[in-house]
């Protein structure tokens, strides 16, 4: 018997200091931040679905123009190799002609001319 009545008088207690918790809080308060929190969390679920679906657009764009970037940066790398073997071959033989007609270039135009191109293959 002693135990039926200490459990129920838990109980009493439990209940008041319960009801003294909800005179503290506004109900409309509470009931209008429920209302932005599942207004928040319908917009954060609509931002989610249109990224998932950009991200899967975007994974698509790439699988069909991956082969054609690839191909073309081995054909701008071999432009570039050609190229630097032509102006290599020109300079050779402007250093000979050079040597052999000293008159034949102008002097402002023999002096080494610095390389200003970036370099593409390294990163910034």
């Known amino acids: 018997m002693d ?13 008041e200091i319960s009801n003294e ?4 809080t506004n ?22 679905a249109v990224l998932t679906h950009f ?8 699988a069909e123009i ?3 970037i ?4 081995r054909v701008l790398k071999s432009v570039k190799s050609d190229l630097d073997y032509i102006f290599q ?3 050779s033989m402007k250093s000979k002609i050079s040597a052999t007609y000293p008159d034949a270039f102008p002097e ?7 390389d200003r191109r970036p370099d593409l293959e390294m990163p910034k």
């Open 66 to 68: 991956s082969g054609d």
């Open 27 to 48: 109900s409309q308060d509470l009931n209008t931040l429920n209302h932005l929190q599942h207004t928040i969390l319908g917009r954060l679920q609509d931002s989610n």
């Open 108 to 114: 402002h135009s023999v002096n080494e001319v610095t």
């Open 55 to 62: 991200n899967d657009f975007s994974e698509h764009c790439f």
């Open 21 to 24: 918790f909800k005179t503290l």
């Open 3 to 15: 135990e039926l009545s200490e459990k129920e008088s838990r109980k009493m207690g439990s209940q």
């Open 70 to 73: 690839n191909r073309n940066t």
């Open 89 to 91: 071959k020109l300079r």
